[in-house]
């Protein structure tokens, strides 16, 4: 992603919140290495939890949540469509994938991280696959 597409986006990101003093914590992975990660998911159609460790994006669950985040708050749409005609004009990625479900996954099954499918493989919720 080269540098004048990235300006535009990043001034879509609420600013990061402020870690704790005490018990920080690990460094989140940047908005911009998330997004290279996200797209890399979306182009390539890997699961979230197949996303390479040496391509730096972080864990793929990272990735998925930093998109999770961003759906609910509004701002991936306003993405999607900075990149749809930017990137996705050429048909290189798939943005359906990133659409919000709509019931597809039972609310039962639901906990804090990814629901699991009944084979224990990682369904993503929020996102279709």
Request: one cysteine or more.
């Amino acid at each position: 992603m080269d540098d004048q597409l990235w300006a535009r986006i990043e001034a879509l990101l609420p600013p990061p919140k402020p870690r704790r003093f005490k018990y920080p914590g690990r460094k989140p992975v940047p908005d911009r290495v998330a997004l290279t990660g996200i797209i890399f998911v979306l182009k390539t159609g890997i699961r979230w939890g197949d996303l390479p460790a040496d391509m730096g994006c972080g864990s793929g669950v990272s990735c998925w949540r930093r998109l999770r985040d961003w759906q609910r708050n509004g701002i991936w749409e306003e993405m999607q469509a900075i990149l749809m005609t930017e990137i996705g004009a050429e048909g290189k990625v798939d943005f359906s994938r990133a659409a919000k479900c709509t019931g597809t996954v039972r609310r039962s099954r639901m906990k804090e991280g990814l629901p699991q499918s009944q084979s224990g493989e990682s369904s993503g919720a929020q996102i279709t696959l």
